[in-house]
């Protein structure tokens, strides 16, 4: 069983800073790339930020603001998020494209609950 852990979403200001951190755990073989998604209240889950096999991606929108980084060691997945716009708001998954000791060999995506990220005006 692999679990993602996410934490740091509340509420924030326009212009404002928050860093959302995400943990793997469980049995875990091996680590190809974590990243976040987001998803607005009446829209598709869409991608903001991820790496994957050493290269790092970013949506248009957060290019800029937004930083990720991964402490592969501890599993671990942050996103530094600063100048934060209304349009931000949206719950935040994390995503782990992970090899687990039971299927090695086997890339599978695994996901985190979400954490609510809200940026008043």
């Known amino acids: 069983q692999v679990q993602l852990v996410e934490s740091g979403g509340g509420l924030v200001q326009a212009g404002g800073s928050l860093t959302l951190s995400c943990t793997a755990s469980?049995?875990?073989?091996?680590?190809?790339?974590m990243g976040w998604y987001r998803q607005a209240p009446g829209k598709s889950r869409e991608l903001v930020a991820r790496?994957?096999?050493?290269?790092?991606n970013y949506a248009d929108s957060v290019k800029g603001r937004f930083t990720i980084s991964m402490d592969n060691a501890k599993n671990t997945v942050y996103l530094l998020m600063n100048s934060l716009k209304p349009e931000d708001t949206a719950v935040y998954y994390c995503?782990?494209?992970?090899?687990?000791?039971?299927?090695?060999?086997?890339?599978?995506?695994?996901w985190g609950q979400g954490t609510q990220v809200t940026v008043s005006s």
């Open positions: 469980g049995s875990i073989f091996s680590n190809n790339g």
């Open positions: 790496v994957i096999s050493g290269s790092t």
């Open positions: 995503n782990g494209r992970l090899q687990t000791r039971q299927r090695v060999g086997i890339f599978g995506d695994y």
